[in-house]
């Protein structure tokens, strides 16, 4: 299986401008997860999707933030307005729950709002 | 109280010793428990889960977990430089597949 992807690697943008990031998870995964990571940090649950159903969305999301997953394979992450504090490492993580719990990430999609 | 607690260290082990990462939980519905490696400006990469009271084995790691003190650990044996990196435990609970993380705990091995 190749590996998770993510798409850009790294986006750097103005304040309030719109950004879309795209996960293409291992390929039979049926869930696909979004997390934050800020220095210092560990990762922060986003959203999560089975298939294209979208299951649980963090109460720190704002409305800003939608993700979709729209047939099921790869799955787009759109931040509105972007702000300063929204500067972070967008992790995305794919999971085959018939075969484990693991979750196994990509590379990531690095975001600076100047 | 955080939900997953994490000594931020870092802790610096010379090179062939063990290394012990220690994390706590508060959540007592936390089902599984994983340890994830994440040297500076990547991603985490996946050690080892574990889900069963008692001591799980995988090379030269290995994951403890006690959940009547809602402790999990893991161990490293031999420890090499290329093991300095920092180590993130999540945790999963029983009715939601989403990984909470503590801060992690960065090692440093030195020759």
């Known amino acids: 299986d190749t590996g998770v992807s993510q798409d850009p690697r790294h986006k750097i943008t103005k304040r309030g401008q719109n950004v879309t990031f795209r996960c293409d998870p291992i390929s039979e995964h049926n869930r696909l997860y979004w997390y934050r990571q800020t220095l210092g940090q560990g990762p922060e649950f986003l959203t999560y999707?089975?298939?294209?159903?979208?299951?649980?969305k963090s109460r720190l999301l704002s409305d800003r933030f939608s993700a979709e997953r729209p047939k099921g394979s790869f799955s787009t992450l759109e931040i509105q307005r972007t702000e300063q504090g929204d500067s972070a490492m967008y992790l995305c993580?794919?999971?085959?729950?018939?075969?484990?719990?693991?979750?196994?990430f990509g590379p990531g999609t690095r975001l600076t709002v100047t | 109280q955080k939900e997953v607690e994490q000594n931020s260290g870092p802790l610096s082990v010379p090179e062939g010793a063990i290394a012990s990462l220690n994390c706590t939980y508060s959540?007592?519905?936390?089902?599984?428990f994983f340890w994830y490696r994440q040297y500076s400006g990547k991603s985490p990469e996946l050690i080892m889960f574990i889900y069963s009271n008692g001591d799980k084995e995988d090379g030269r790691f290995t994951a403890q977990l006690n959940k009547a003190s809602q402790y999990v650990s893991l161990l490293i044996r031999d420890s090499q430089p290329s093991d300095s990196a920092t180590y993130l435990c999540?945790?999963?609970?029983?009715?939601?597949?989403?990984?909470?993380f503590g801060t992690g705990t960065r090692l440093q091995v030195f020759p």
């Open positions: 999707f089975q298939n294209e159903a979208q299951l649980e």
């Open positions: 999540a945790v999963a609970s029983y009715n939601t597949d989403k990984l909470i």
């Open positions: 959540d007592r519905g936390s089902q599984s």
């Open positions: 993580a794919s999971s085959s729950p018939d075969r484990g719990p693991e979750q196994y």
